[in-house]
């Protein structure tokens, strides 16, 4: 899902995709980063932290966790109740 994100919306080279690969390795800046979170909020109704996402020592695998969490919490919300 991330990588898809990452290829396709933000043009992110597939070669660069590892899990310890920072945002500043992939060559996303805080602007992107951001985009990304937008993005990730419209397809799964799940809300970031803007200043968490702009970040660029986060890795791509820790990013990752985060928004599984998110996504976790999410489905585990009463609907209404967010």
Same mark, same amino acid.
């Given at each position: &899902?991330? +990588?898809? *994100?990452?290829?396709? @919306?933000?043009?992110? /080279? %597939?070669?660069?995709?590892? =899990?310890? %690969?920072?945002? %500043? /390795?992939? !060559? +996303? @800046?805080?602007?992107?980063?951001? #985009?990304?979170?937008?993005?990730?909020? #419209? @397809?799964? *109704?799940?809300?970031?932290d803007? !200043? !968490?996402?702009?970040? #660029? @020592? &986060?890795?791509?695998?820790?990013?990752?966790?985060? +928004? #599984?969490?998110?996504?976790?919490?999410? %489905?585990?919300? =009463?609907?209404?109740?967010?």
């Open positions: &899902m991330l +990588v898809t *994100k990452l290829t396709q @919306d933000l043009g992110v /080279d %597939a070669a660069l995709i590892q =899990p310890e %690969a920072t945002f %500043a /390795d992939l !060559e +996303v @800046d805080s602007l992107a980063a951001l #985009e990304l979170g937008v993005i990730l909020e #419209e @397809d799964f *109704k799940i809300k970031f803007l !200043e !968490e996402l702009r970040r #660029e @020592d &986060m890795t791509l695998g820790q990013f990752t966790r985060h +928004v #599984e969490r998110l996504l976790a919490q999410a %489905a585990s919300t =009463p609907a209404g109740a967010a």
